[in-house]
C-alpha cells in the first residue's frame, strides 16, 4: 500500500511568476498557479457563487502572505483581500493533478435551483 504523500516536505511562493511550489512526501513537485487557487476557492461563500454562476475572481489573484496550518494544510491571504480558504492538502494534492471537482464536493450536483 502506498503511503499519502501529504503533509509536504516544502512549499513556496514564486510571488514573481504567481505559482504555489509544493513537493510532496513522495518526491513528486506540484505547480499550481495564483489564479486557479482563488478561481477554485474551496470557502462556503464562494462555493455558493459558483453554484449560482457568478465569477470568482474579482481581483489580483496574487497571494500576499501564506499560512502554515500543520497537517491540515495552507491559509492563502490573496490580494484582493479574501483569506476565508484552508486549502487543505488532500485537496491541493488532487488540485494539482487535476481531480478537483471529484474531490472537492462530489455531492453536489447542478441541479440545485436557486428561487
Request: with cysteine; proline share 5%; net charge negative.
Amino acid at each position: 500500500m502506498e503511503s499519502l504523500p501529504f503533509p509536504p516536505s516544502a512549499v513556496q511562493l514564486h510571488k514573481q511568476d504567481c505559482l504555489l511550489e509544493i513537493v510532496w512526501l513522495n518526491g513528486t513537485h506540484s505547480l499550481i498557479e495564483f489564479a486557479d487557487l482563488r478561481r477554485h476557492c474551496v470557502c462556503a461563500s464562494c462555493q455558493a457563487k459558483k453554484i449560482v454562476g457568478i465569477p470568482l475572481e474579482k481581483g489580483s489573484c496574487e497571494i500576499v502572505n501564506l499560512e502554515l496550518l500543520g497537517r491540515e494544510g495552507l491559509q492563502l491571504d490573496f490580494a484582493d483581500g479574501h483569506r476565508q480558504s484552508i486549502y487543505s492538502w488532500p485537496y491541493l494534492f488532487a488540485f494539482s493533478r487535476g481531480n478537483i471537482d471529484e474531490h472537492l464536493f462530489p455531492y453536489l450536483d447542478n441541479s440545485i435551483q436557486i428561487l
